[in-house]
């Protein structure tokens, strides 16, 4: 028969019970970590698809920068299975010789565990090459 001191003193599954403990705490952070490099994976593929796009833009002229602009970046978008962006770009001129490319995102988070953005957007601005100086 064990005694009182010895019964004090038994450790038996201390350990599954401070994983009990720490269990949600862990599954919080590694939900969040997941979220979070989700929202800066499709952050950064807006950035290099409008980075695209206005690379594009800038050797075209005039009447073909902005839809080939476009274009190029929703390209970009759909290899990477952004389907719902929508994309914007501005014709270039002599009085604006700049091509931008902005897009934006109705941003659906991949677990929703943790708070983020609802809306995305990325930009790229390029100086258009066929503008006389």
């Known amino acids: 028969m064990c005694s009182l001191r010895s019964w004090w003193r038994d450790d038996e599954g201390v350990a599954a019970v401070e994983f009990g403990l720490l269990l949600p ?42 839809p080939a602009a476009e274009a190029a970046a929703t390209r970009y978008l759909t290899s990477a299975n952004i389907t719902t ?24 988070p991949l677990i929703g565990f943790v708070p983020t953005p609802d809306s995305l957007t990325a930009s790229a601005v390029m100086r258009w090459e066929l503008a006389t100086p």
């Open 85 to 108: 962006a929508v994309v914007d770009s501005n014709a270039p001129s002599n009085v604006d010789p700049e091509v931008r490319v902005n897009i934006t995102l109705d941003y659906a």
């Open 25 to 66: 705490v862990l599954l919080a952070i590694l939900l969040g970590i997941m979220d979070y490099g989700h929202v800066f994976m499709v952050k950064l593929t807006m950035t290099n698809a409008a980075r695209e796009g206005a690379r594009v833009g800038i050797t075209l002229p005039e009447g073909a920068a902005e």
